[in-house]
């Protein structure tokens, strides 16, 4: 099985900044493209930024110039920092994460989805 373990949220007044963290662990043969989402109460989950296994990365129009995706391969952990955080930012974050368990499943293309269990961000005076 493959875990993800998301930490770093919080509360935070507005204009300030979280880095939040997901790491992988598991039977985890390569980890592909990874992404956030938010989900605030009574709104749908958004994509909030992806990065791909080489660091190609895709941010929503409302976090672009405020939050970055980065990764470490080799500790198989996701980043995102953001910064001038605003109310609308609060949700619980979550990680997605794209797997190839196997070599095998890597040579059939045959990825495995993954989700955290989430962490909250609150920004808020």
């Known amino acids: 099985q493959v875990q993800l373990v998301e930490s770093g949220g919080g509360l935070v007044q507005p204009g300030g900044s979280l880095r939040l963290s997901c790491a992988a662990s598991g039977s985890i043969f390569r980890l592909n493209a990874v992404a956030w989402y938010r989900q605030a109460p009574g709104k749908l989950r958004e994509l909030v930024a992806a990065i791909t296994s080489v660091g190609s990365t895709n941010y929503a129009d409302s976090v672009t110039g405020r939050f970055t995706i980065s990764r470490d391969n080799a500790k198989s952990t996701v980043y995102l920092q953001m910064n001038s955080l605003k109310p609308e930012d609060t949700a619980a974050y979550y990680c997605?994460?794209?797997?190839?368990?196997?070599?095998?499943?890597?040579?059939?293309?045959?990825?495995?989805?993954?989700w955290g269990q989430g962490t909250q961000v609150t920004v808020s005076s």
């Open positions: 997605n994460a794209h797997v190839y368990r196997t070599y095998s499943d890597y040579l059939k293309w045959n990825e495995n989805d993954y």
